[in-house]
């Protein structure tokens, strides 16, 4: 296969940073949060194993966790004052539900809340269609769904991103931007329930 | 190169000298990775299966996880015939994919003979 095969999403070609070194962004977390802040750098994050939820019985659906079983800290948390454009997938045979903060879902419609399964890596290989952000240390939270008729030795999750570190900026540059005179990128970091 | 995901690396465990049967015998023939520093969990997918056979008779060699009593088959046992090469590649064997060490055993051995296996994988994780 080549890399210029036809995507399911024109964007899908490779994965950019939402915003460059001083851009302006408008974070905006749960509940309603609006931080305005520049971005002063970024760099990638590598392809790692962000969480495993566990061993899982056949037919059942894991606790929501925000860490790997067993751990204290999520791996997806960072720094003060930054936040991070993720882009996932699961490495096991599971559905994963993604919340963020762990009591609202994303990738919610009106009466079903999609799963991501392993199957994304082919119909989305880019996994544009898996991005999301997320602030400081406002985790985001997964369920795994064993839907097989055998049990699960891992559920393991790959993420891959870019980390953005932000300052703040002055009063008046921030109403020139609420009044539409300065360009503003908004990075959504929260699900919508 | 196309971007695969989910590919692991492919690498191969030592020759092992297995000289002893029955699964109270059961030995290593892959050890999962699991340093403690490690970040996240690894797991493996056995790809190809070399056996050479020492003089040890023909004979059914298990291959699965755990010792002794704790043994449990992760492939049904392959057949290895006495003095020769025994080889099985990836489009042969199941894609069983493996959260701890490989074992193996023989379920009988002529006096002095042994077998010398070798095991391709994808370390994934």
């Not at chain 2, 465990?13 to 990775?33: D, E, H, P, R």
């Not at chain 2, 492939?75 to 199941?94: I, K």
């Not at chain 2, 994919?97 to 193996?104: K, N, Y």
Request: charge should be negative; aromatic fraction near 10%.
């Amino acid at each position: 296969m080549s890399d210029l095969m036809l995507r399911a999403f024109k964007a899908a070609i490779a994965m950019e940073p939402i915003v460059l070194l001083d851009y302006y962004v408008k974070i905006i977390t749960y509940p309603k949060q609006e931080y305005y802040r520049k971005v002063d750098y970024y760099e990638s994050i590598p392809p790692f194993q962000a969480i495993n939820l566990g061993a899982l019985a056949l037919q059942t659906v894991s606790a929501r966790l925000s860490v790997s079983a067993g751990a204290a800290n999520s791996n997806f948390d960072l720094q003060d004052n930054e936040f991070a454009q993720w882009r996932w997938f699961p490495l096991d045979n599971f559905m994963a539900r993604l919340f963020l903060p762990a009591g609202v879902a994303k990738e919610q419609m009106k009466f079903i809340q999609l799963g991501v399964e392993k199957s994304i890596i082919y119909r989305d290989p880019t996994l544009v269609s898996t991005e999301f952000n997320s602030w400081e240390d406002e985790r985001p939270a997964f369920e795994a769904m064993n839907f097989s008729d055998y049990a699960l030795n891992a559920t393991r999750i790959i993420a891959m991103g870019y980390r953005f570190h932000t300052e703040e900026i002055d009063k008046e540059t921030i109403d020139k931007i609420k009044a539409g005179q300065i360009p503003c990128t908004p990075v959504l970091c929260t699900g919508r329930a | 190169m196309q971007t695969e995901l989910d590919r692991g690396v492919i690498v191969s465990g030592g020759v092992v000298n297995l000289a002893a049967a029955l699964a109270a015998n059961a030995t290593a023939i892959f050890q999962v990775s699991n340093f403690g520093q490690q970040i996240g969990t690894k797991s493996f997918i056995p790809k190809k299966l070399l056996v050479r056979n020492n003089a040890g008779g023909t004979l059914w060699l298990s291959l699965g996880t755990g010792v002794a009593g704790a043994f449990a088959d992760a492939l049904p046992p392959v057949r290895v015939m006495n003095n020769l090469d025994n080889s099985w590649q990836e489009f042969e064997l199941p894609r069983v994919e493996l959260f701890a060490d490989m074992t193996a055993f023989p379920d009988a051995l002529v006096a002095g003979g042994s077998l010398d296996v070798q095991v391709e994988v994808e370390e994934k994780g």
